[in-house]
């Protein structure tokens, strides 16, 4: 069984307490015997100045109680010395020392109030002391006793401080600990919280080196995830902004060529550089990928890496999440065919469109709905696996005709949604006019159920609808409307020229 600690107080008065009474021992024994006075004073001096400090001390320790008896017994110290006092006939500098020892113990370990308290039994002990003694006034004592107690007074105070001293540098590095452990923890939080706050991962590593950087505000930090069955390849990097490009491209040579397991960080120097970079592992695998941060600066003391071994452990955790978090609402909104967006996401940024049209009347948008002609027979005629990839070779069509802020969309199963940003409409007209050269009309091979190869030519029917035209929650719908009709207008000429 683990035993328990003694009280601090008690530890903390016991050589102050030995020394000091072993001084006064000396002290009153001198003048027992200067002025001969019963041998008993040499006994019960004794037993009260010698063995009195250790009874206290083994009683708290052998008992084993967070409560200790050393605020009683420095009351009693004070009921006792002012008996002591009354007994040497107020002996002038022995009965100083006395006073002076109870008054500095007391207040030092209890401030104002155990002061008033061993003051009390002060005043009670000088009391029963004079029932007990009488009262005798011989304050003179020989030099040498005087000197020996003005020297134990001193020693007693340089202790205490000493003692005091002790304790105030234990409670500053305490202090100092807690207020380091306390921002360690604040900055995990921060990191914890950058994973619901961060739309991507680029934005989460980005404010992520950022609280780092604030923490340690006299280094540089990076992040990248690599493959380590590829060296020379890093599928991500980010650095804080304080690391020039060349500075970045050194490091990013470097970092393609570190191996994937380095448990206790690794040294990595720069070349033409006085700092050096440390490099540490994120433990928790991010899909096939290892991620390593990059601290670039002086060599951290071993302390400085305890910590940051906590963060890291708490940053992996917040990649490793927020990438499944991605990958899962990736998976949600986008069509497992063809990886573009499903119809789902298209109500949503639809909604999000009406939104912003009601809060600003410029904020104009456009629907562009496309219809596959021909699926069916494909699929009827020479199976699923060659009607998937004409879905494919459309959507792919598209997705490279869009411009870069377009939204591409799978709404059913031949049918396709382009949604615009525009507030005049003349891009998505612009965008439907290349859809017509670039796409309508463009042969792509196929396979069938049975493994042979065949040219079809994509046929689609299109219809726009623009904000400006129909109101904002008709858009969709107004779309749909002209599809068809551009359908009935293919079928019509197509049997015209049958």
């Known amino acids: 069984m683990r035993r328990k600690r003694m009280p601090r107080l008690t530890r903390i008065n016991y050589t102050p307490r030995v020394l000091g009474f072993g001084a006064i021992f000396v002290a009153i024994s001198w003048l027992t015997y200067v002025r001969d006075w019963s041998a008993g004073l040499y006994v019960l001096a004794a037993v009260y100045f010698l063995l009195y400090p250790h009874c206290v001390y083994w009683f708290d320790r052998l008992r084993e109680?967070?409560?200790?008896?050393?605020?009683?017994?420095?009351?009693?110290?004070?009921?006792?010395?002012?008996?002591?006092?009354?007994?040497?006939?107020?002996?002038?500098?022995?009965?100083f020392t006395l006073l002076a020892t109870v008054i500095l113990n007391n207040t030092m370990t209890g401030g104002v109030p155990q002061f008033i308290r061993a003051a009390a039994c002060y005043g009670l002990g000088?009391?029963?002391?004079?029932?007990?003694?009488?009262?005798?006034?011989?304050?003179?004592?020989?030099?040498?006793?005087?000197?020996?107690?003005?020297?134990a007074l001193q020693v007693y105070i340089f202790v205490v401080a000493r003692v005091l001293?002790?304790?105030?540098?234990?409670?500053?590095?305490?202090?100092?600990?807690?207020?380091?452990?306390?921002?360690?923890?604040?900055?995990?939080?921060?990191?914890?919280?950058l994973g619901d706050q961060s739309e991507t991962l680029e934005l989460l590593v980005d404010e992520a080196l950022k609280v780092l950087q604030g923490l340690y505000p006299n280094q540089s930090f990076g992040f990248v995830l690599k493959d380590p069955d590829e060296s020379d390849t890093l599928n991500f990097a980010a650095y804080?902004?304080?690391?020039?490009?060349?500075q970045r491209a050194l490091l990013r040579c470097q970092l393609s060529r570190v191996c994937e397991y380095l448990p206790k960080g690794q040294f990595v120097s720069i070349a033409d550089q006085d700092d050096n970079s440390f490099v540490f592992p994120l433990k928790q695998r991010v899909d096939r990928f290892q991620g390593l941060l990059l601290i670039h600066g002086r060599k951290l003391p071993e302390e400085e890496r305890q910590s940051m071994r906590l963060l890291l452990k708490q940053l992996s955790t917040t990649i490793a999440n927020k990438l499944l978090s991605l990958e899962?609402?990736?998976?949600?909104?986008?069509?497992?065919?063809?990886?573009?967006?499903?119809?789902?996401?298209?109500?949503?940024?639809?909604?999000?469109?009406?939104?912003?049209?009601?809060?600003?009347?410029?904020?104009?948008f456009s629907v562009i709905l496309i219809d596959l002609i021909g699926l069916k027979p494909i699929n009827d005629q020479y199976g699923h696996i060659a009607g998937d990839q004409l879905i494919?070779?459309?959507?792919?069509?598209?997705?490279?005709?869009?411009?870069?802020h377009d939204r591409l969309f799978r709404f059913g199963g031949d049918e396709f949604v382009i949604l615009c940003r525009d507030e005049t409409g003349q891009g998505a007209r612009a965008l439907v006019k290349r859809i017509d050269h670039h796409v309508k009309g463009q042969k792509v091979s196929l396979s069938t159920d049975q493994g042979a190869a065949m040219d079809v030519r994509i046929e689609l029917s299109v219809g726009l609808a623009h904000s400006d035209q129909v109101p904002p929650e008709d858009v969709l719908k107004r779309a749909d409307e002209r599809m068809y009709e551009d359908k009935k207008r293919w079928y019509a000429e197509r049997d015209r020229y049958r």
Not at 137 to 151: D, N, Q, R
Not at 169 to 185: G, P, S, Y
């Open 165 to 193: 001293s002790i304790q105030n540098q234990r409670l500053f590095r305490t202090k100092n600990d807690a207020e380091k452990k306390n921002v360690i923890f604040l900055t995990m939080l921060k990191l914890t919280d």
């Open 328 to 364: 899962l609402k990736s998976a949600a909104e986008r069509d497992a065919l063809t990886g573009i967006y499903n119809r789902g996401r298209l109500e949503q940024e639809i909604a999000d469109a009406e939104a912003r049209l009601r809060d600003n009347m410029d904020a104009h």
């Open 392 to 404: 494919c070779s459309v959507a792919n069509a598209l997705r490279a005709t869009c411009r870069e």
């Open 65 to 95: 109680s967070p409560k200790g008896i050393e605020i009683s017994a420095m009351l009693f110290d004070a009921f006792m010395l002012a008996l002591w006092t009354v007994a040497i006939e107020f002996s002038g500098w022995v009965s």
């Open 126 to 151: 000088l009391l029963v002391g004079a029932l007990l003694f009488g009262v005798h006034w011989s304050p003179e004592a020989p030099l040498g006793i005087e000197i020996i107690t003005m020297v």
């Open 240 to 246: 804080t902004s304080d690391l020039d490009e060349e």
